[in-house]
T-cell receptor, first 112, second 114 residues
């Protein structure tokens, strides 16, 4: 079965600096997909970025990029130029057939 | 704009009550999910449905059942609510067969069982 591990329960970052949120995964599949979601205090889940296992380049979406290291089975989220509005819970997830398996999440706090 | 709507944001129920959590999506998605979110545990899958009247157990189905009579609606049922079912419940939907599309989530229902 797929498994996602997020080892950082909480992180702090100074406004305007970059931050990396860690995600490692375990799968025996050759073809898989990885997702990152943001959950602000309001509770909604916001999709941020996707990386496919066969994608040759790391995914990027605006200030979000994914540091994908297939051999290490890691898919870390990098947020550049942090903003106060980035304070939220962040979840890494993996596609397992038609469902998503989630990690425990990392709470990010951006300091002014 | 795509929408997944959960019937309640906050719910307080008594131990032993039968509780219904409703979820509706307007995207014609085949797949629908119910997750439970608890601090330090992330989102855990309770049940999912891949078509009308079809369902499959997730990782923590005990104490829950589901119903999907129409494609757009997926209901989570707590047959006899217990205090350990106090949690945030998230409904999601996703296009079946598409490799890289994300799941869309509702706003969540925070259930308290007293």
């Amino acid at each position: 079965a797929q498994k996602i591990t997020q080892t950082q329960p909480g992180m702090f970052v100074q406004e305007k600096e970059a931050v990396t949120l860690d995600c490692t995964y375990d799968t025996s599949d050759q073809s898989y997909g990885l997702f990152w979601y943001k959950q602000p205090s309001s509770g909604e889940m916001i999709f941020l970025i996707y990386q496919g296992s066969y994608d040759e380049q790391n995914a990027t979406e605006g200030r979000y990029s994914l540091n994908f290291q297939k051999a290490r089975k890691s898919a870390n989220l990098v947020i550049s130029a942090s903003q106060l509005g980035d304070s939220a819970m962040y979840f890494c997830a993996m596609r397992d057939r038609n469902k998503l398996v989630f990690g425990a999440g990392t709470i990010l706090r951006v300091k002014s | 704009d795509v929408k997944v709507t959960q019937s309640s944001r906050y719910l307080v129920k008594r131990t032993g009550e039968k509780v219904f959590l409703e979820c509706v999506q307007d995207m014609d998605h085949e797949n629908m999910f119910w997750y439970r979110q608890d601090p330090g545990l992330g989102l855990r899958l309770i049940y999912f449905s891949y078509d009308v009247k079809m369902k499959e157990k997730g990782d923590i189905p005990e104490g829950y059942s589901v119903s999907r009579e129409k494609k757009e609606r997926f209901s989570l049922i707590l047959e006899s609510a217990s205090t350990n079912q106090t949690s945030m419940y998230l409904c999601a939907s996703r296009l079946q067969g598409s490799f890289n599309t994300e799941a869309f989530f509702g706003q969540g229902t925070r259930l308290t069982v007293v």
